[in-house]
């Protein structure tokens, strides 16, 4: 057990649906990330938390999605008006936050999206 | 553009026979590489990684990876395979920033 948990572990939508996703990280750790993992691929990188700051997006984070992360502790991770592409594993994973790219990350379950 | 190539989706291998998983990778900085293992209804879990130092690592359950900077590949290896390996394996490249890079995965597969 990573000790990063992730909720729901699976969700079901229609499309145009908005859906929230949380992640709680391991309770020291100032990182936390999210990926976006489809069927035979790697987890793609979305954006990532230093505390409560987001740092960095990536532009596969079009304006429907939106990540939050209010007190430096758990996150949520908002997509709205869903759309069939946006079906996906969502993962999570956090770090101690102290050397930028040395750091092992843990990773949460996921969430599974599915949108019909 | 930093970049990860796993170029097997799969690999097979008999159970004790040494196993390897190759991964090259393409960044324009110093190169900190990771490799982490899938399994099914699981989160990522890590193996090991390379920051500095022997190019040779240790990683959990058995695992070694050899940094080659001129070949600039991090392949994964271990003596002798169990058929408990079989999973989905990453290798995964950043060169300092916060934005990790992951190759497609090689799937592993140990026949008893």
């Known amino acids: ?9 699976h969700k079901i939508t229609k499309r145009g649906q908005n859906v929230t996703f949380r992640c709680d990280p391991i ?44 007190k430096g502790s758990f996150s949520t991770l908002e997509i709205q008006r869903t759309e069939q592409g946006d079906s996906a594993m969502y993962l999570c994973a956090s770090s101690p936050g102290r050397i930028a790219g040395q750091e092992t990350q843990y ?9 019909l | 553009a930093q970049s990860v190539a796993q170029p097997e989706d799969q690999v097979n291998v008999a159970e004790g026979n040494p196993l390897t998983v190759k991964c090259t990778y393409s960044v324009s900085g110093n190169p900190y590489l990771f490799w982490y293992v899938q399994y099914p209804n699981r989160g990522l879990q890590f193996l090991l990684k390379y920051i500095t130092g022997d190019n040779l690592v240790k990683g959990s359950y058995g695992f070694e990876a050899e940094f080659n900077k001129s070949q600039t590949s991090f ?34 597969f140990v026949k008893a």
Do not use: M
Not at chain 1, 1 to 6: I, L
Not at chain 2, 78 to 103: E, H, M, Q, R
């Open chain 2, 75 to 108: 392949h994964l290896k271990k003596p002798s395979a169990l058929v408990s390996d079989s999973a989905l394996y990453f290798c995964a490249v950043d060169t300092g920033g916060f934005k990790t890079i992951f190759g497609a995965g090689t799937r592993l």
């Open chain 1, 27 to 70: 309770s020291e750790h100032n990182r936390l990330y999210w990926y976006r993992q489809t069927l035979g691929q790697g987890p793609e990188f979305l954006t990532y938390f230093q505390n409560e700051a987001q740092l960095e997006k990536s532009r596969l984070l079009s304006d429907r999605f939106s990540a939050e992360r209010p």
């Open chain 1, 1 to 9: 057990d990573t000790g990063v948990s992730q909720d729901p572990r």
């Open chain 1, 107 to 115: 990773f949460g379950p996921g969430t599974r999206l599915l949108v």
